[in-house]
Nanobody, 121 residues
């Protein structure tokens, strides 16, 4: 399984970005997909996850309605981020698993390389 993120960049505080994650090589149609982020010197943090058919979502506590996770298909996932703050600056990673706790980094089997999001004040 390969995951590839795109859509990161530099944005001003209060702005918006849409991250994309393209998946290939799936051997099952029941993958749970998630977004995590990691700022310099900090642990990787859960952002959001979505069930295999897109009908169930879960978000990290810090999201507070600003981000929305969605799926276009089994192989394409998005993270719509609004009202971005400097504290959202991090590398954002796409991840996938078949079973596990959605917010646990350790449970995800497959990871992308990450895309940098930088929010200026």
């Amino acid at each position: 399984v390969q995951l590839a993120e795109s859509g990161g960049g530099l944005v001003q505080s209060g702005g918006s970005l849409r991250l994309s994650c393209a998946a290939s090589g799936y051997t099952s149609n029941t993958y749970i997909m998630g977004w995590f982020r990691q700022a310099p010197g900090q642990e990787r943090e859960f952002v959001a996850a979505i069930g295999w058919n897109g009908d169930i979502t879960e978000y990290g506590n810090f999201v507070k309605g600003r981000f929305t996770i969605s799926k276009e298909s089994m192989n394409m996932m998005y993270l719509h981020m609004n009202n971005l703050e400097p504290e959202d600056t991090a590398v954002y990673y796409c991840a996938a698993m078949i079973v596990g706790t959605w917010s646990r980094v350790e449970d995800y089997e497959f990871w992308g390389q990450g895309t940098q999001v930088t929010v200026s004040s």
